[in-house]
């Protein structure tokens, strides 16, 4: 077989120019592309996204941080300050940029000389901190502490010392819960507002009270601050500074000494007082004792300091003000007077009280054992007799004495700035059926008519009745200094039945009746009012039988609440009062209901006086309640120290000594020295920058 020979392909010069320029064209037409991407996104990227690179490659080099603007000042009806911002050393943690938490927390603790429960503190915010949250280790630092943090910082990641303002109530406890206090935003509120402030470390928001309504108002508007960082943070200089605006002020109708003297006042009880003005309902003080100190709360409380508050039966952390509750005995006789009045019962009519009257089954008995005897309408007032209130309110029935308390004010829900308010109730047929689906008896109507059974009430409300009683007006609380309201509606009572109803009032006081320790000791003033004594038990037939057990034999809880409302001076009503005292008693003469109202009357006509024998009087007292509160914080932490075996217990005979030795001086300040007035803010000029209302 023969086989075909392949043809040679004859490669020539001009064959194998072309060959090389088509390769050389692909390739360089490749190349040409490659570099014209090239050129193209470096021109993206120098030009059109210019600002963004100089923006990386600036905050690589700068760190720009938020100044946390400094709260609008709380001022009284005088301008006196009552919650108002002072120079601030402080350092906090950032915890997503903390390696060694505990290694971190436990050199702050040497540096700054911590306590064990601040230490405990800060470990529990620390773990609960969703990581974006600064967590607070100190503050009023002095110069010498903040600095030695400073200086220690390339070893301390996480930890961000900072100079600014803190929140500072100069009454201390007496304002607690009137203002509320501001403290360190949660998750929560940063998840509802997604503002990069409510994370900047030293900002704060309210909490509670009037700081709480009033937050967006009182925050300003934040600073900011550029400085240049190396590549590990550390700070090489300081660029520039916007300074923060401060929020707006607020005026309140309160008067900061009264509300402090009223706050005082209340000695070592657990109650309130409220003071109206009866010009225009105005309100003075709103005292709730005992209380907390707000700056422990601004300042991040101790769990050994909340952990006393939070076990103490006085419950110093409940605003009795507005979130007690609680029957008005006795107190409510001349609101009921004035229903009687208007459903023509005349006020000389007599009833003759024999010490208990029967109303079905049930024995029904008034304060005095044997009875008042003959009384009419003004000596039933004046002695408080309950045998009178239980025929006539039964003759009337009880939808004419619940008209008239609501437009004396009990059970009325006020537009007030306070989140929280309890409102207390004023019961009748309708409301009985609607709430149990019972129907209502004549012992309901005679319980209620002595302020017991269903009938409830607040402080405020106590006060608002007082004062509607002494002007005949349905005056509203007002919180704000200056704020527009309407002219108030009358109660619907003849000036002629209010005229008895105050003669009677003033009986009680001035004419023998059972107030007699509200006389005022002013002189030309006088004092009308009406004391209570509200049951919290039922006092049974077979303890009638044996003898009634006193308060004094009873426990703390099972005692009467002591009451007391009325008006200054009684022929011109200028200044409403209510004053409860919870489980109080009557058992302390100078700790009682009416001799505190007529107390707390008095500074509002003589200060001087009246601050001169509250002095004498707190020194049996043991002192101021900054001073009190002290004292209980180091008996508590002794206590917890014993419990848990770091100390051991006293010796009988080295009791006294040690109880000394934990207990500060009288003089001697409850957190940081004492500080110069030239490291506060400066306060607002008058008339700027300082509102009425948000």
Not at 429 to 441: G, H, I, T
Not at 595 to 624: C, H, N, Q, R, V
Request: glycine letters at 10%; hydrophobic letters at 40%; charged letters at 20%.
């Amino acid at each position: 077989m023969k086989f075909l020979t392949p043809k040679r392909k004859i490669i020539t010069e001009a064959a194998q120019s072309f060959t090389f320029t088509r390769r050389a064209m692909v390739v360089g037409g490749l190349q040409g592309a490659i570099g014209a991407v090239l050129i193209g996104r470096m021109a993206w990227i120098s030009v059109a996204e210019n600002e963004k690179y100089s923006l990386l490659s600036e905050s690589n080099r700068v760190n720009l941080t938020l100044i946390p603007p400094r709260r609008g000042w709380i001022v009284d009806r005088n301008g006196r300050p009552l919650a108002n911002n002072r120079t601030d050393f402080r350092v906090d943690l950032i915890p997503q940029r903390v390696i060694d938490a505990e290694t971190t927390i436990r050199h702050l603790a040497q540096l700054l000389n911590l306590e064990p429960d601040e230490v405990d503190r800060i470990r529990e915010d620390l773990e609960k901190s969703a990581g974006f949250r600064p967590v607070q280790v100190a503050d009023k630092l002095t110069y010498d502490q903040y600095a030695a943090i400073s200086v220690r910082l390339p070893d301390l990641p996480g930890v961000a010392p900072s100079q600014g303002f803190s929140r500072h109530y100069p009454a201390g406890a007496t304002v607690g819960h009137l203002l509320g206090y501001v403290g360190a935003a949660t998750a929560e509120d940063y998840k509802a507002r997604k503002d990069p402030l409510l994370i900047t470390p030293g900002f704060k928001l309210g909490k509670d009270g009037l700081e709480k309504a009033f937050d967006r108002h009182l925050t300003g508007k934040a600073g900011a601050k550029r400085v240049e960082v190396t590549a590990r943070g550390k700070i090489v200089r300081e660029l520039t500074t916007r300074p923060d605006t401060p929020g707006n002020s607020i005026k309140l109708t309160i008067d900061a000494g009264l509300q402090e003297y009223a706050g005082r006042r209340l000695a070592t009880q657990s109650g309130s007082v409220v003071v109206i003005d009866c010009h225009n309902g105005d309100v003075l003080a709103l005292a709730s004792m005992p209380s907390f100190d707000p700056n422990s709360f601004s300042d991040g409380i101790s769990h050994l300091e909340y952990e006393m508050l939070s076990k103490d039966d006085h419950v110093p952390l409940r605003n009795k003000t507005l979130q007690g509750l609680y029957p008005p005995g006795s107190t409510v006789k001349p609101m009921v007077a004035l229903a009687l009045l208007e459903a023509g019962i005349g006020p000389q009519e007599t009833i003759s009280c024999g010490g208990a009257i029967r109303v079905g089954n049930t024995l029904f008995h008034c304060h005095k054992r044997r009875g008042h005897g003959p009384l009419n309408m003004r000596g039933a007032i004046a002695q408080s007799c309950d045998i009178y209130f239980y025929q006539m309110a039964q003759r009337i029935g009880m939808d004419r004495i619940a008209s008239m308390a609501r437009r004396v004010g009990m059970g009325q829900k006020f537009d007030l700035p306070f989140p929280s308010q309890s409102y207390g109730t004023v019961p009748d047929p309708a409301w009985k059926e609607k709430k149990y689906n019972q129907k209502w008896q004549v012992y309901d109507t005679v319980n209620a008519t002595i302020g017991q059974g269903y009938m409830l009430i607040n402080p405020l409300q106590m006060a608002v009745m007082a004062a509607r009683l002494a002007t005949g007006k349905q005056l509203m609380p007002n919180f704000i200094h200056n704020a527009n309201r309407p002219q108030p509606a009358t109660v619907g009572a003849t000036d002629e039945h209010l005229v008895i109803i105050r003669d009677a009032m003033n009986a009680v006081v001035n004419g023998g009746g059972t107030g007699g320790a509200a006389r005022s000791s002013i002189p030309g003033v006088m004092i009308a009012g009406k004391t209570g004594t509200a049951q919290v038990r039922r006092i049974t037939m077979a303890e009638r039988a044996g003898g009634v057990r006193g308060n004094s034999s009873l426990a703390f809880k099972l005692r009467d609440h002591a009451l007391f409302q009325g008006f200054a001076p009684f022929d011109n009503p200028r200044y409403a009062i209510a004053c409860i005292i919870e489980h109080g008693g009557h058992m302390i003469r100078n700790e009682d209901a009416p001799m505190i109202a007529s107390d707390t009357l008095s500074y509002l006509f003589d200060p001087a006086k009246a601050m001169e024998k509250l002095e004498m009087l707190e020194k049996g007292w043991g002192g101021t309640p900054a001073e009190r509160q002290a004292r209980q914080m180091a008996a508590f932490r002794l206590a917890k120290a014993i419990e848990k075996g770091e100390v051991s217990p006293p010796s009988d005979n080295a009791a006294d000594d040690v109880g000394t030795a934990a207990t500060p001086s009288p003089t001697a300040p409850a957190r940081a020295p004492a500080r110069d007035e030239s490291e506060d803010d400066v306060p607002p000029p008058p008339g700027a920058n300082v509102t009425g209302a948000p």
